[in-house]
């Protein structure tokens, strides 16, 4: 039996985090993963790139059913924090758009730099680690897995979510919390391309496999994104769906305004006076890829020359494309989402120092907890700040 004043399991972006900041206090860290490779979501993530954090992220862009929860965490470790880490060690990047910071090279940078980071704290890492039991003891806890007892003070549970099981991903945090008490808020998949089942829609999706169309303003439930959209074989993908996508519920509809720069109205009037002849399918060809424009014409105007439109029926036209509604039937799921929605209730837990209410001694980070970032660096930053505030107490 070895003991360790602080047990981390999870060495994802949390918990690396909360290692290298635990140890740089002087507290003894094992850090265990039952993987054969720390950080593999890091290296996945932003495209190879990691997009790491964003120079706007606050508490608005945020999901959890306690809002207010994460501001603390945020405040106290933000984004510059990060950036200042990322400088510190050199790592070359820049902003992609919108705020959201990228590595130049790879997003082996960033898990370097934590690992780095971990290394010189002193860090006792151990990966290939099956955790087969934990047992609270009068103060701290016991842990049997298939490298040993150990005995801990202060144990930290990152890690992460259901998202992408092949990286990884299990429901273990939420075990652990269940055992301890604590309730749990229903996981769905967030930041998730939408599969679409309806036939004449499948069939423009598919055709459509691979256009994107840029900053269309998509709608749902009271929450708008005006970022691209892009067709997939399965339904539709690119960052404005997915940052709807955490906000979707299934039987939910999706508003999509394909041209919200223009006063679609007024300028179909306009054209209609100053282009008479030209066809409809031409002048969305001007808008969108040929193709698009042709099989929207197909499928859902008829197309002729501007000057046989009635005023009615330009209006439809502005509508549709203006105020396209559509029902996905579903997501893509965990196998591709970036995030998971829910998890543990935050108001079991403290939000000064990431603490379990019901169990002294035991904290939560990262993606376990509910909160749920918005696509753009922000996930990470949750990571990052809620380690920060964990790292601090244990
Ligand atoms: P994770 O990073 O998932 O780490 C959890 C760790 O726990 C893993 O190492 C796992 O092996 C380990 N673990 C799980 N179960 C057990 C167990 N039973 N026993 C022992 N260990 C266990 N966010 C951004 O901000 N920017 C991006 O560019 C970005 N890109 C992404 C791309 C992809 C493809 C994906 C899937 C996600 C992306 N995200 C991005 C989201 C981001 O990766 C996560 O929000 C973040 O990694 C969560 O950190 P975490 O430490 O809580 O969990």
Request: overall charge negative.
């Amino acid at each position: 039996m070895s003991f360790f004043p602080v047990i981390i399991i999870g060495a994802g972006a949390a918990g690396l985090m909360c290692a290298a900041q635990a140890g740089a206090r002087g507290r003894q860290v094992l850090l265990l993963d039952h993987a054969n490779k720390a950080g593999k979501k890091i290296l996945m993530s932003g495209g190879g790139r990691c997009n790491f954090t964003n120079m706007y992220s606050e508490p608005g862009n945020f999901l959890s059913g306690n809002p207010h929860f994460c501001k603390s965490a945020l405040a106290r470790y933000t984004q510059w924090d990060f950036i200042e880490l990322v400088a510190k060690h050199g790592v070359p990047y820049h902003e992609k758009k919108l705020g959201q910071l990228f590595c130049d090279n790879k997003a082996s940078d960033i898990l370097n730099l934590l690992l780095a980071e971990c290394d010189a704290a002193g860090v006792d890492l151990r990966l290939d680690t099956q955790i087969e039991k934990i047992d609270k003891l009068e103060t701290g806890y016991r842990l049997l897995t298939s490298g040993g007892s150990f005995d801990c003070e202060s144990l930290v549970i990152a890690t992460g979510g259901l998202s992408i099981p092949t990286l990884g991903a299990t429901g273990f945090g939420y075990q652990v919390a269940r055992q301890f008490g604590h309730e749990l808020l229903p996981t769905r998949a967030g930041l998730v391309p939408f599969t679409i089942t309806e036939p004449q829609l499948k069939e423009l999706c598919t055709e459509l496999s691979g256009t994107s169309v840029e900053d269309c303003l998509v709608s749902c439930n009271g929450q708008s994104f005006k970022e691209n959209i892009l067709f997939t074989h399965r339904g539709l993908s690119g960052p404005a769906i997915l940052q709807i996508s955490s906000y979707w519920q299934p039987g939910d509809s999706v508003q999509i305004n394909l041209l919200p720069h223009l006063d679609l109205p007024e300028w179909l009037a306009e054209q209609q006076r100053e282009r008479p002849n030209s066809e409809l399918k031409t002048l969305l060809g001007e808008l969108f890829t040929k193709k698009m424009a042709n099989l929207l014409a197909e499928q859902w105007f008829v197309s002729k020359p501007l000057k046989q439109y009635t005023p009615a029926e330009l209006n439809t036209v502005a509508t549709r494309l203006a105020e396209w509604t559509l029902v996905p039937a579903g997501t893509e799921g965990y196998r591709t989402a970036e995030v998971t929605l829910g998890g543990v209730d935050t108001r079991e837990v403290s939000s000064k120092t990431m603490e379990s209410l019901k169990s002294p001694g035991l904290y939560f980070i990262g993606e376990v907890l509910d909160v749920t970032g918005h696509l753009g660096g922000f996930n990470f930053q949750w990571a990052w700040a809620s380690a920060h505030a964990a790292a601090q107490f244990v």
